[in-house]
Nanobody
């Protein structure tokens, strides 16, 4: 059973930066597509960014494109979300997630683009104010 452990959340002023990390506690070679989601109070969970383990292909939600960068370190079974130029509307609980496989890097957009269930982290709060 894979466990995903996030770190790096916190509070920051608008325009600031934070970096989130997600570590898989077991060998993540079976998790080939990773990403980040977020959920603000009263809103549905939404995909933010994703990356493929082997080729490093990435995809971003329009709302964060140009401000957030997703990356991975396969040797550490860890992926990251560098968040820059943060806005109050970025305030949310952020969850890392991964699946066994995906058709494209945009695997979080619909079920047809991913293989297997999503493994979730416990969430880390990001507050921009």
């Amino acid at each position: 059973h894979v466990q995903l452990v996030e770190s790096g959340g916190g509070s920051v002023q608008p325009g600031g930066s934070l970096r989130l990390s997600c570590a898989a506690t077991v060998n993540s070679n079976n998790l080939n597509c990773m990403g980040w989601f977020r959920q603000a109070p009263g809103k549905e969970r939404e995909g933010v960014a994703s990356i493929t383990r082997i080729h490093g292909g990435t995809a971003y939600a329009d709302s964060v494109k140009g401000r957030f960068i997703i990356s991975r370190d396969n040797t550490k079974n860890t992926w990251y979300l560098q968040m820059n130029i943060l806005k109050p509307e970025d305030t949310a609980m952020y969850y890392c997630a991964a699946v066994v496989g995906c058709v494209t890097a945009s695997w979080w957009r619909d079920r047809g683009q991913r293989k297997g269930p999503i493994s979730w982290g416990q969430g880390t709060q990001v507050t921009v104010s």
